[in-house]
């Protein structure tokens, strides 16, 4: 797959990979809450959460074109890892702005924030894999943040931090699984 492929491919996955992150917003409630879809699915309303069921998608799509030439591209794997470093930062500031100025969560504006920041991500990769002249050095420091995101997401999922901003549901006032408006603790023995 040339340049020109990956990059079609990027625009039209935009409305896809948000049909994606919606569903993986109930996925763990469907999965009779599994710990291993937890690590991919939204397990409470906290941002984390929301941020990581748009990450996830993105994920897998950048892994698809990868495999299929993005490899053959020196500035695929920067560009992805920009790209997917761009979700959250995009995510917590237009919420955070929009939540000053507004007072409150706004579902409808919510929902557009999501796909804004997948096309965001998708806009930021696009331009990077066209634009940028990635050597060795750059190719193997993006190699070392995204292996962090992706431990981020899951250590994350399963062990927040205590933080009361990103992490922590807004409804429940917990934290991770444990945050999710169903969760029991198991008895102890």
């Not at 919510?110 to 796909?115: K, L, R």
Request: net charge negative; with cysteine.
């Amino acid at each position: 797959m040339d340049t020109g492929a990956v990059v079609s491919v990027s625009w039209w996955a935009i409305i896809p990979l948000i049909v994606v992150g919606s569903v993986l917003h109930f996925a763990y409630d469907w999965s009779g809450h599994n710990r291993v879809v937890a690590v991919f699915a939204a397990v409470n309303e906290s941002y984390w959460e929301h941020i990581k069921i748009a990450a996830w998608p993105t994920m897998v799509l950048y892994a698809a074109l990868f495999v299929l030439g993005g490899a053959s591209q020196p500035s695929f794997v920067p560009a992805a890892t920009v790209a997917l470093y761009s979700i959250p930062v995009t995510m917590i500031g237009v919420v955070f702005v929009y939540k000053a100025v507004a007072g409150r969560n706004v579902l409808w504006v919510d929902i557009a924030v999501f796909g804004l920041c997948i096309a965001l991500a998708q806009a930021i990769f696009v331009s990077l894999l066209n634009g940028l002249e990635a050597d060795v050095l750059v190719v193997v420091l993006s190699v070392f943040y995204l292996a962090g995101i992706v431990a981020a997401y899951v250590a994350f999922t399963l062990r927040p931090p205590a933080e009361p901003d990103v992490f922590i549901d807004p409804i429940t006032y917990r934290y991770g699984v444990e945050g999710h408006a169903d969760y029991e603790a198991a008895p102890e023995g």
